[in-house]
């Protein structure tokens, strides 16, 4: 019988704990025998080899953070790569690759599917704001501040008759501290939303300090979207 080549992507974050690790390592080994680990750590950029013992044993915290993790059969009938830093300047494709081949088409549908229900359940809260890119929510926030500059500088100049120095003045010190936020906002994004988290050992406190400050940004982005609306209906207002 003819083997089934096939592929699967995984396109949004995921938080791998131990329970995620354990039901993927069951089920690679169910599908496909024994299976090797290979991983590249944040403090180093060659592979280290290791069982899946060894590899869950592993303290996953700062430097020995997994950026590449890569997930081998003997018989090259399975390759998985799960890498964390897909998305560093834009939005990255899929945070989980995985190329295989199978003995027909119902092992392949079954397989999928077992697959789709573990990252789905590794899916982290606010999914939406690990898939938003750094880089696009910095152009997004610098953009928006720049419309509300114009906005307020058209106002003023048409109420107030402000000069056109006074204009280009405020143009520029606005466009600053929006441009600034924008930039502060995208050194920190990955640190705080990464796209995909091993999450074991020392990293589980890890985490819990990036759900706090991510609770902090829906709020305040919940805050901000009620803000905009209203600046919306404002502006439309102003014009009628």
Not at 32 to 58: H, P, Q, V, W
Not at 153 to 182: D, H, R
Request: with cysteine; aromatic share 16%; hydrophobic share 50%.
């Amino acid at each position: 019988m003819r083997e089934r080549a096939g592929d699967f992507k995984f396109e949004k974050a995921i938080s791998l704990n131990s329970n995620a690790m354990h039901d993927l390592n069951n089920l690679f080994q169910e599908y496909f025998g024994k299976i090797s680990y290979s991983a590249t750590l944040e403090c180093a950029s060659e592979e280290l080899n290791m069982s899946f013992d060894e590899l869950m044993s592993r303290d996953v915290f700062l430097e020995n953070r997994i950026v590449k993790l890569l997930v081998k059969d003997t018989n090259k009938k399975l390759e998985v790569i799960i890498c964390s830093k897909a998305c560093a300047w834009a939005n990255y494709d899929y945070t989980v690759y995985i190329r295989y081949l199978l003995p027909s088409e119902d092992h392949e549908y079954k397989f999928k599917k077992a697959l789709n229900k573990i990252y789905k359940l590794a899916e982290p809260k606010y999914s939406f704001l690990y898939t938003l890119s750094p880089l696009k929510f910095t152009v997004i926030t610098i953009a928006l501040g720049i419309i509300r500059i114009i906005h307020n500088i058209v106002y003023n100049w048409l109420q107030k008759g402000i000069s056109l120095e006074e204009s280009n003045l405020m143009f520029l010190l606005f466009l600053s501290i929006f441009f600034g936020l924008g930039i502060f906002i995208f050194m920190l994004w990955e640190k705080w939303f990464p796209p995909v988290v091993f999450l074991w050992n020392e990293e589980i406190k890890n985490d819990e300090k990036r759900a706090t400050f991510r609770k902090l940004v829906v709020s305040t982005l919940s805050g901000l979207t009620a803000a905009a609306i209203w600046f919306v209906f404002q502006m439309v207002m102003n014009f009628i």
